[in-house]
């Protein structure tokens, strides 16, 4: 168990309106760290008043992007309680990625203690408004001020928390995709299948140039063949074509989603044919042509399900279920938020209570 060091701030911000909270834009007041280092481990665990972290220019994370991040969200619930959306999932995810990148991993428990203390803090930051939510970004940089590639001896694990609505403008309403044939993001191998900056850093080139086009987002590719879907953007991506539903399996360059592993769940649940396969661009486009793809959406956090009404694939504009949401995906999101809120009885132990 951790012994935790709350320092209150004196200076409470101002909460934003509800149409002030752009995604990722405003912060609460407060903000967990803990220290890590070879001769004590991970120690010093704090809240403190949100603001700025004080590093050396020479801190191995500037020079050799030694770092990764988690995402999940608090939730206000219709009987006035908040509760989290199996955040054991996100926990179980970040040790995996401080194995890849070896960084020293955090005792799971401990973890998921700091993140209910300081969503407990700053409890009345978690947004009462329907369909909004107190996003919580977990991450852990190297603090090592030196030069030179080896793993750092320092880190620092900390957690800020950022009230939200809808990741995308869109909403829940069908986004348009572009399909990215130029760049690629990740290759088996290599670190696609954790949340490390380094993966969303190559992604931008593609995601400016897609936004140039009118795009929200960008379909990635396999990086060694270049024809076989990877994901969306920030998302995993599933199609639904003909009586089957059919999401890019995890090869080790696809980020294992815990939205996509809960619709998984729910659409076999359902009845529904899941395959988890390779999917090439390909069969997308004949399915297009044969009037057997019928839906198509992403999953993730940040935005649940997002709808795809339009993909580009070099000119070739495709358009899914005439541009609107279809009935699969709605189902999802309204069963997946239905949980996250409240509003539907959790049958699965997928919440965890904090208030």
Known sequence: MLNIKITKTNEKKVKPLPSEMLFGKNFSDHMFLMDYSEKDGWHNARIEPYGNLSLAPAAMVFHYGQELFEGLKAYKTESGGVQLFRPQKNVERMNMTNERLCIPTLDPDEALEAIKAIVKCDIDWVPEETDYSLYIRPFIIATDPFIGVRPSATYLFCIILSPVGAYYPEGINPVKI????????????????????????????????????????????????????????????????????????????????????????????????????????????????????????????????????????????????????????????DTLTGIQYGRIADTRNWTEKIL
Not at 245 to 258: D, F, R
Not at 304 to 317: A, E, F, K, Q, R
């Open 178 to 333: 572009y399909v990215e044939t130029e760049y690629v993001r990740a290759v088996k191998g290599g670190i696609g299948f954790i949340k490390a900056g380094a993966n969303y850093a190559a992604s931008l080139k593609s995601q400016a140039k897609a936004k140039e086009l009118g795009y929200t987002q960008v379909l990635w590719l396999d990086g060694v063949e270049r024809k076989y879907i990877d994901e969306v953007g920030t998302m995993n991506v599933f199609f639904a074509i003909g009586n089957k539903i059919i999401t890019p399996s995890l090869e080790g360059s696809i980020l294992p989603g815990v939205t996509r592993d809960s619709c998984i769940c729910l659409l076999k649940e359902w009845g529904y044919t899941v395959e988890e396969r390779k999917l090439a661009l390909s069969e997308i486009i004949d399915a297009s042509k044969e009037n057997k793809l019928n839906e198509a959406f992403g999953t993730g956090t940040a935005a649940v399900i997002s709808p795809i009404g339009v993909l580009n694939n070099s000119g070739d504009v495709i358009e899914i279920n005439n541009g609107k949401i279809g009935p699969i995906a709605q189902k999802l999101y």
